[in-house]
């Protein structure tokens, strides 16, 4: 995905040269770094074959490089070491945000983005962490609607001291049998599909530790040919009548 992330660079070949003993990065510097199928023949490569391999290499290390950055910040929330920076985060700017900043995403597939919040709400959590949930969330429906289909976002007071969120798309829906492994590492329902469209497989698992952190829960709930909903639950804001 032209792909918006709150990730810090990731530089593959600095951590390999401070973990790597001394003769492992003596040959790994001294082997050749072109693929195979540029090695095996003396004959001359076109420009636009040499080209191809070099976008082949670029996009294998760009996925492997944000599959890496997903362990480890799977790993950080998992550690308990996570330090949140909990504060009042009222709603209704930060989804406008991130339906403006998918808003180029949704229109190449004829996607519509809707804002049904409905008001003006009020939780108590880490502002990028929230930003990322809800852009992870957004992202996917995006990603996996039809063509023409719309994405909501939406929040309403829910069990007392909390607000319920939610991102509701109508693409093809899941099996109810599968919603329960939607957030499960690696897991994905359509292999191919989701081979195609990218990703590492560990987004929804970042959701569901992040929610987690700040005390809150989430689950799914679907209805094959008539899309997913997506819903997560946050403390609301001490204060606000909502705790």
Not at 84 to 97: T, V
Not at 231 to 238: D, M, Q, R, V
């Amino acid at each position: 995905m032209t792909r918006r992330t709150h990730r810090t660079p990731f530089r593959l070949p600095q951590a390999f040269a401070r973990r790597a003993p001394g003769p492992a990065y003596a040959r790994a510097r001294r082997s050749p770094i072109c693929p195979p199928c540029l090695r095996r023949t003396r004959e001359p490569q076109s420009i636009a074959a040499k080209s191809d391999f070099l976008r082949t290499i670029e996009r294998n290390t760009e996925r492997l490089t944000f599959l890496i950055e997903d362990l480890l910040v799977i790993s950080e929330l998992e550690s308990g070491r996570v330090k949140l920076n909990l504060q009042a985060l009222r709603l209704g700017p930060l989804f406008e945000k991130t339906l403006e900043d998918y808003r180029a995403r949704a229109e190449t597939r004829q996607v519509q983005l809707f804002d049904s919040t409905g008001g003006e709400l009020l939780v108590h959590a880490d502002p990028n962490r929230v930003d990322q949930v809800i852009a992870n969330l957004v992202e996917n429906a995006i990603k996996y609607n039809r063509q023409g289909g719309g994405v909501w976002l939406g929040a309403r007071p829910a069990e007392p001291g909390f607000v319920e969120i939610s991102v509701r798309d109508d693409g093809p829906g899941v099996e109810p049998h599968l919603l329960g492994r939607l957030f499960e590492r690696f897991y994905r329902v359509d292999k191919a599909r989701s081979r195609e469209q990218g990703g590492t497989g560990l987004g929804l698992s970042i959701v569901k530790h992040i929610v987690q952190t700040h005390g809150g829960k989430t689950w799914a709930t679907s209805e094959v040919g008539k899309g997913c909903t997506f819903y997560f639950t946050l403390p609301a804001e001490p204060g606000t009548g909502h705790d």
